[in-house]
């Protein structure tokens, strides 16, 4: 029989495992009698873990919520999978970083050094943008409560502060309404957090960043789900910051052959299909937020370009070249050599 102290914890560990454990298969399993179990359940109510005990002739033992946070048991797997989750959260700009790291912190003293070796050898790092975009923080209350009427089906009221248009000044925005959605889905995008929501005075699908959202609470009546457009939510933003309105990714979508070799090309195109054609030809399909974006973007391998199509694609490449020679010709006097 397992001393008191080690029979406690692998009564704890299994009271983690399932939901619902019958007294008698409870026993089985630690090998003492339903008596011994008891007792152990007691003890463990003594040290803070609320252990509820369901009476009858198939009567057993559940490991409930708190008031208090007693001290956890995680296997081996566990313990690294909360280490990494918590590593990764130091960078997630949801404004628990700090948070994070002091439980890593409490988690990694507390662990055996074999786990400590696995855990010391990731590190991630965290790769800041340039100060002229920083990345925004997100209030970890926002994410909770809109986590929250996400979960509960809620109608969700907040304030909501849109980009400022290029060239604003400095006055007073006009206060607007609130906004009113029922909230399907919190995501990441980019380093950034946005709520995907039915805009009900819009009646569309609306994406929000969370970092310009304030919550109004109370929230309001419980709502039924609507289905996404596509049904894969992240289809759906990949789609809306694509340029589409549904889930069928860009807009524009373009098909050319260039004078290249196919390796070459297809390491630098993240979502387009290259077909290698020969030695040194490929055909690319690409796809874009407008026509003269995708001309520009193909423009960017430096090499010949012949247009399969559609038209579209063709004028705007046309376009293109006028923009550019355009360009040569307004140069400002004090750029040009000898001036």
Partial sequence: MQKTSARLLSLLSLLQARRDWPGALLAERL????????RDVDRLRELGYPVVAAKGPDGGYRLDAGTELPPLLFDDEQAVALAVALQIATTSGAGIEEAAARALATVRQVMPARLRRRIDTFQVTAVERPAARPAPRVDSGVLMALGAAVHAREVLRFDYTPASPPGAGDDEPAVAPPRRVEP????????????????LDREDWRTFRADRIAPRIPTG????????PGGDVAAFVAGRFQGSEGSDGWPCRGEVILGLPADAVSRYVRDGVVEELGAERCRLVLGSWSWVGLAATIGRFDAEVEVVGPPELRD?????????????VRVSPAARPGV
Avoid: I, K, M, N
């Avoid at 399907?184 to 805009?199: E, I, K, S």
């Fill in 184 to 199: 399907h889905h919190l995501v990441t995008w980019g380093g950034r957090w946005y709520l995907v929501a039915w805009d």
């Fill in 31 to 38: 090998e003492v009698s339903p008596r011994t179990v008891r």
């Fill in 316 to 328: 705007a490449f046309a376009a293109l070249a006028r923009r550019c020679a355009d360009a040569v």
């Fill in 221 to 228: 009546p419980r709502f039924t789900p609507r289905e996404l």
